[in-house]
């Protein structure tokens, strides 16, 4: 895989602006962190950062790297150790006011326990390293302990090589804001950045949330027209030279106020809900729809469906030739109580009522959308958060 790509950098294009504009609004006003999603005491981050850790470490016998960013010697010349382990290296590509790339640099052991000095670099580079192109979320990411903040686009920033290689790649709900024929050099830049072993982590949502989620039928359609399906991020990582490629769906069930679910709506906390898409009247109309549509109810269930998508870079020496499957594929089941946020962080989730899950030795076949079984069920309530916004919250996913 070469990596001679282009040092001209091209201005961001009208919809970046756009969406830049949007977020810089919304970040200014606090709407963005008091939002269930983006709430560092919702739970939800926390959520997100342990199904990240999972899906990026190899699976035993499977056919990922041997080689892992995460807890082993990935870059052990280059990165200081903790607890006798080499510390990676994370970029959070589109990362916001920083805050979701401090919880899973955490959670990943990359940055030391809350209460310790504020370790940002070693020598002149930085462990984590938060980029976005909004000026407002950047000046936010600053303030956040252990987080070094830059301010460039996705697309601008992958083609940068002054960048020192990183170990982990996180792209969070980032990628439906290129264009598709964007993509390719995206992940082409990022393959280019990353140490050999690393893993590309991408984040985001299916094309259509379904008739079920919470929003009016007229922003259901804009997300549809603007979502792009998953098989297309996963052709652009395979493309790139990535392998071991795989796609997970998983859902985050949660109950949340119906005041505090429409005030989130009127805030325009996603950038489907622009101003770019409603005027403030048709926004309006829109949340009185969602009242009718749940007038006898004083709370909203909530079913977030997400997509990890994850690519590894071959370790250096290795062959090349993409050795893996995509597709859904079952989550590994752990069981018992899991502490999936670091040390001091609000929103710890334990899981409970697990389902035994059926017996599927020399079964090859994936648990998923094309199943003939119905996938088991694992629920996780929140304990220990303050935050008022969700009464209760619930983890389905595959196990």
Not at 328 to 344: F, L, Y
Request: proline share 6%; glycine share 10%.
């Amino acid at each position: 895989m070469s990596c001679h790509i282009g040092m001209l950098l091209r201005p961001a294009p009208a919809e970046l602006a756009a969406t830049c504009k949007h977020y810089e609004s919304v970040a200014a006003g606090g709407a963005y962190e008091s939002a269930v999603f983006y709430c560092p005491e919702s739970g939800f981050m926390s959520w997100v950062a342990a199904r990240c850790l999972t899906h990026i470490r190899p699976s035993e016998g499977g056919a990922t790297p041997k080689q892992c960013p995460v807890s082993t010697t990935a870059g052990a010349d280059t990165v200081p150790k903790r607890n006798g382990r080499p510390r990676s290296r994370l970029v959070d590509i589109g990362g916001g006011t920083g805050s979701f790339t401090a919880v899973l640099a955490h959670a990943a052991g990359i940055l030391p326990g809350v209460g310790a000095n504020d370790v940002r670099h070693h020598g002149d580079e930085p462990l984590v390293l938060c980029v976005d192109p909004c000026p407002e979320m950047v000046q936010r990411a600053r303030s956040v302990k252990g987080v070094t903040a830059l301010q460039d686009n996705a697309l601008s920033f992958s083609q940068r090589r002054d960048i020192k290689r990183y170990d982990i790649a996180l792209l969070k709900e980032v990628v439906h804001h290129l264009p598709a024929a964007d993509l390719d050099q995206l992940y082409a830049g990022i393959w280019c950045q990353l140490s050999p072993g690393g893993v590309v982590c991408t984040v985001t949502r299916p094309h259509n949330l379904g008739r079920d989620f919470p929003l009016f039928a007229a922003c259901r359609e804009i997300w549809r027209d603007n979502q792009g399906e998953a098989a297309v991020y996963e052709s652009a990582v395979r493309r790139a030279g990535f392998v071991a490629v795989k796609t997970h769906e998983e859902t985050f069930e949660f109950r949340v106020s119906k005041v505090t679910w429409l005030d989130m709506v009127r805030s325009r906390f996603w950038s489907t809900l622009s101003t770019e898409h409603f005027t403030n009247e048709e926004l309006e109309v829109g949340v009185e729809e969602l009242e009718r549509r749940f007038a006898h109810h004083d709370e909203i269930v909530v079913r977030d469906k997400l997509i990890f998508l994850v690519g590894h870079k071959l370790p250096s020496g290795s062959g090349s030739g993409d050795t893996g499957t995509s597709g859904r594929v079952s989550t590994p089941n752990r069981g018992g109580e899991t502490d999936i946020a670091p040390q001091g962080f609000r929103g710890v989730l334990t899981r409970i009522d697990q389902q035994k899950p059926p017996d599927t030795s020399g079964d090859t076949r994936h648990v998923g959308a094309d199943s003939d079984t119905p996938p088991p069920e694992t629920r996780v309530l929140m304990q220990g958060c303050n935050s008022k916004q969700v009464t209760r919250c619930c983890w389905r996913a595959f196990v």
